[in-house]
Antibody, heavy 120, light 114 residues
Framework: EVQLLESGGGLVQPGGSLRLSCAAS????????MSWVRQAPGKGLEWVSV????????FYADSVKGRFTISRDNSRNTLHLQMNSLRAEDTAIYYC?????????????WGLGTLVTVSS | DIVMSQSPDSLAVSLGERATINCKSS????????????LAWYQQKPGQPPKLLLY???TRESGVPDRFSGSGSGTDFTLTISSLQAEDVAVYYC??????????FGGGTKVEIK
């Protein structure tokens, strides 16, 4: 059974940092691209970042480029998102999502999400 | 970047009736070499993460009831719920994966019971 468990969310002041983690199980982690998708309160879905399977490449949304860094540890089946210089508009539920296959395509499984609140 | 738009923003449908949601991409997401449309549909119920319903525009994910169907090609797509059930109350999103980055989502369509 596929499981994705996010952690690391919380309340942070503007300009601060947080590191999100996603623990994966139930599938061959290294064979799948993995993404972060966020959802601001009462809003729609916004793709944030993707890391291809086996560490090939990464991409970021323009809204987070230069501030967020995605990483993965295939030995520990874990995905991370380092978020720096946080802004109020980064407030959202952050979902870890499993892409189908090595390259980014559609998302066939999502975690429950972790809430990040950026506020003074 | 490809921009995805959905219509309507919300709709109310009687139980057992048909619900139709439209999704439009700013450029074609049909890949000519394999004749596949790079479009997925997701369902998000209140307080839950999104759930994959359809991919390649019309292929149902395992376990998804056959009252959910997808159609369209190129730039215009439709998600149809043939006979709305109470458990189908949710927000529905389309998403293109023709180009990366970004994986653009539509703005969502909220489906309610009339």
């Amino acid at each position: 059974e596929v499981q994705l468990l996010e952690s690391g969310g919380g309340l942070v002041q503007p300009g601060g940092s947080l590191r999100l983690s996603c623990a994966a199980s139930g599938f061959t982690f290294s064979s799948h691209a993995m993404s972060w998708v966020r959802q601001a309160p009462g809003k729609g879905l916004e793709w944030v970042s993707v890391f291809s399977g086996s560490g090939g490449y990464t991409f970021y949304a323009d809204s987070v480029k230069g501030r967020f860094t995605i990483s993965r540890d295939n030995s520990r089946n874990t995905l991370h998102l380092q978020m720096n210089s946080l802004r109020a508009e980064d407030t959202a539920i952050y979902y870890c999502a499993k892409n189908v296959g090595y390259n980014p395509q559609y998302f066939d499984f999502w975690g429950l999400g972790t809430l990040v609140t950026v506020s003074s | 970047d490809i921009v995805m738009s959905q219509s309507p923003d919300s709709l109310a449908v009687s139980l057992g009736e048909r619900a139709t949601i439209n999704c439009k991409s700013s450029q074609s997401i049909l890949y000519s070499s394999n004749n596949k449309n790079y479009l997925a549909w997701y369902q998000q119920k209140p307080g839950q993460p999104p759930k994959l319903l359809l991919y390649w525009a019309s292929t149902r994910e395992s376990g998804v009831p056959d009252r959910f169907s997808g159609s369209g090609s190129g730039t215009d797509f439709t998600l149809t719920i043939s006979s709305l059930q109470a458990e189908d109350v949710a927000v529905y999103y389309c998403q293109q994966y023709y180009t990366t980055p970004p994986h653009a989502f539509g703005g969502g369509t909220k489906v309610e019971i009339k």
